[in-house]
């Protein structure tokens, strides 16, 4: 890149969230020694041994008095949003956790914060830019010297807008879809975004200043969905419609991607204006070469084929409104509840058994009786619900915290073979899936559990309801993990 500085001690809030899991590995390959923020430690023991990185538990928004940072802090990364979970008035909780983040700088001794906002060029703001911009304000009212970089649409494995483009590209051959396809943007590979993010630690020039940042194309989203298709070989029609209102468009997104209500709401919204960059030299300062758009989408597939995404939005705890309390809920309860247990024994196939269950859900999907999963999760979306489009982030491997369908992980214990999953759909109650792997005198069992814990009568009358599917879908999945090669 042109430019680098010496090693330095950085704080990176949104530690665990989409970009910062992308920025973590850079700045330790740099040799910066790293204070991360995280909601939940037991969801973040991806880096946790590494000798230059220290985790900070807390939440902005509940924070503990005697929580402090580092005095000696040189840098500091605000890398928190709340668009995915909330509908409407996501302001103030932003602002509440923008103010606190300031508060606890300015006893340290820190230079630079680095803010990554959004592109807010138009008169009017969406609810979401108009956020992030009275964020700007606050964090640039600091004493601190602040760098505000503004991207648009990031593109690249495991990011919303991949992620919601390529659903649509891939699941309909026929799109009849919003007007809004015509509203142009500029959108950034998400290797572009870090390399902005990296390159400008300590650029005293970049110091109170703000800089739009997008690739080297100015494209509609129609054009984006067409170039994405051209990428994957497929051809697809689109037809704009004139009558599609904001609800119907976000209902429209909901029912087709992995999105959820809430996030598709908050893009729509949008989506309805240009977010086209201010023109400057940071790029060219900073020795970056501006992926084009296609060359992004080449890169993300890549990734993904390979099982290499490193993050995705979608396993953030704030696309399902799921409380981070369910990752310390690691043993299932046993009283008021009904329970499914079905044993198997696996003498000698213990480990091609368990590769089976590590890689359950998703493109794999369940073993047995898939459309009657796929049946469960369109009637989960119809009620509000995640429903089953989120798949999995990793082919090939699951971390605690990942979303699995429309399950959450909660124990992903390679080692001691066991794999707990927490219902994410709507209930009428609490349900827990696990399975694992209990030896015995004469070799080993799989244990497959599922329990269900009723709230009052309609969550009984549920359980009693869905018994005989139980049966065969219960009975057919574990036939189907332990059966010989």
């Known amino acids: 890149m042109g430019y680098s500085v010496v090693a330095v001690k950085i704080l990176i809030t949104g530690a665990n969230g989409y970009i910062g899991r992308r920025l973590i590995p850079v700045l330790l390959e740099q040799g910066h020694e790293l204070f991360c923020c995280v909601r939940d430690k037991a969801r973040f023991d991806w880096y946790q041994r590494h000798e230059r990185l220290h985790t900070l538990e807390l939440d902005f928004l509940k924070l503990p008095s005697a929580v402090a940072f580092p005095p000696d802090l040189d840098v500091a990364y605000y890398l928190i949003h709340s668009m995915n979970s909330v509908i409407g008035d996501f302001a103030t909780p932003e602002l509440q956790s923008a103010n606190r983040f300031c508060e606890l700088l300015e006893p340290t001794r820190c230079r630079q914060i680095i803010y990554l906002s959004g592109i807010v060029n138009e008169q009017t703001l969406s609810t979401h830019l108009s956020s992030r911009l009275a964020v700007e304000k606050v964090l640039r009212s600091s004493r601190i010297p602040c760098t505000v970089l503004r991207a648009g649409i990031v593109v690249g494995s495991g990011s919303a807008s991949f992620e919601i483009i390529r659903d649509l590209v891939e699941k309909l051959p026929v799109m009849i879809a919003p007007r809004w396809l015509q509203t142009r943007g500029q959108p950034i590979a998400i290797r572009n975004v870090i390399q902005f993010l990296v390159g ?131 043993n299932v309860p046993s009283h008021g ?46 009620v ?64 497959q559990t599922a329990t269900f814990r009723p709230r009052g009568v309609s969550g009984r009358l549920y359980w009693y309801a869905v018994l005989p599917l139980h049966h065969f879908v219960f009975n057919g999945m574990i036939d189907a993990l332990t059966k010989p090669s």
């Open 200 to 330: 400008v630690i300590l650029r005293t020039e970049t110091y109170n200043q703000d800089f739009d940042i997008g690739g080297p194309e100015v494209l509609t989203y129609r054009q984006m969905l067409t170039q994405f298709a051209d990428v994957r070989g497929l051809r697809r029609l689109i037809i704009t419609v004139p009558v599609m209102t904001p609800r119907l468009s976000s209902y429209w997104l909901y029912f087709i991607t992995s999105t959820s209500f809430a996030l598709a709401a908050n893009l729509v919204d949008s989506m309805k204006i240009d977010i086209i960059p201010r023109k400057n030299h940071l790029a060219e300062q900073l020795g970056i070469t501006l992926i084009t758009y296609q060359n992004a989408v080449a890169l993300a597939l890549e990734r993904i084929e390979s099982g290499n995404v490193v993050s995705g939005w979608k396993d953030s705890f704030a696309s399902s409104g799921a409380s981070l309390a369910l990752m310390h809920s690691v």
């Open 337 to 382: 509840c009904f329970q499914d247990r079905r044993i198997r024994d696996i003498a000698g196939r213990a480990d091609a058994v368990w590769q089976r269950v590590w890689s359950i859900g998703g493109d794999t999907g369940w073993y047995y009786g898939n459309w009657l999963w796929a049946l469960r999760g369109l009637l989960d979306k119809i």
């Open 384 to 447: 509000g619900g995640v429903g089953l489009n989120r798949g999995r982030t990793h082919s090939n491997d699951i971390e605690a915290g990942d979303a699995l369908d429309f399950w959450r992980v909660l124990v992903a214990d390679k080692a001691a073979k066991r794999l707990l999953l927490f219902a994410e759909m709507r209930l009428p109650g609490e349900a827990w899936l696990e399975f694992q792997v209990v030896p015995t005198a004469t070799g080993e069992q799989l244990v």
